[in-house]
């Protein structure tokens, strides 16, 4: 039961234009939404996060978009930049026990073309 | 500031044989730890996380298994290593109740049963 979808394994984008990310989610209870963005070999380092009541999250030239209704988040990188080239998962959290549980999507393997 | 340390890089181990993988956190206490595995060409998926020492909850039943003996030391074992436990193995922590959820992961051990 895949709770945490990203139904693109990849993406092509020229560089300077926009990189848009797509998330899915089944499960209510995610309070938090995260990105996290991964090269081969190394941990995912975090991007950016939003909360769930909250719509709009922007950090640099990273934006996260979150449709509650439509269970559904995005991720827009403008101008997308080819450092940018790297998996990117989209990870939902949810609180248990004093800590917090992250569910991560399958991942979308960005690359941005010069 | 706060690091997270995870050895070794890379094991090469045979069927049957033991495991033992450890992770350190520095900088900070009391946190939160996970143990993530990643198998090729999927997502992340949450394998143990402890609040405190000697709690661990174990999210998939499988031939691993964790303990915390120390606040910032998480080590992941297996009695004997089956093919399906190779994969990329991550660690992470997370600051306890923080209202963001961010988990900052480390460098991650490539494990290869052969």
């Known amino acids: 039961d895949q709770q945490v979808k990203q139904n693109s394994p990849s993406l092509s984008v020229q560089e300077g234009r926009i990189s848009i990310l797509n998330c899915d989610y089944t499960n209510s209870m995610f309070d938090y939404f995260l990105w996290y963005k991964k090269y081969p070999a190394e941990g995912p380092t975090f991007l950016i996060s939003i909360s769930s009541i909250k719509d709009k999250n922007e950090d640099g030239r990273f934006t996260v978009f979150l449709n509650k209704s439509a269970k559904h988040l995005s991720l827009h990188i403008v101008p997308s930049q080819p450092g940018d080239s790297a998996v990117y998962f989209c990870?939902?959290?949810?609180?248990?026990?004093?800590?917090?549980?992250?569910?991560f999507g399958t991942g979308t393997q960005l690359k941005v073309e010069l | 500031s706060q690091t997270i340390h995870q050895w070794p890089a890379t094991l090469v181990q045979p069927v049957g044989s033991p495991l033992s993988l450890e992770c350190t956190v520095e900088g900070t206490s009391n946190p939160n730890l996970y143990w993530y595995r990643q198998a090729a060409g999927r997502g992340l998926q949450l394998l143990f996380y402890s609040v405190g020492i000697g709690q661990i909850s174990s999210e998939v039943p499988q031939n691993l298994s964790a303990s915390r003996p120390q606040d910032r030391q998480f080590i992941l074992s297996s009695k004997k290593l089956l093919l399906s436990d190779s994969g990329f193995y991550l660690c992470?922590?997370?600051?306890?109740?923080?209202?963001?959820?961010?988990?900052?992961f480390g460098p991650g051990t490539r494990l290869t049963v052969l």
């Open positions: 990870a939902a959290s949810e609180l248990t026990g004093g800590g917090n549980k992250l569910t």
């Open positions: 992470a922590w997370s600051v306890p109740r923080r209202s963001a959820n961010e988990q900052f």
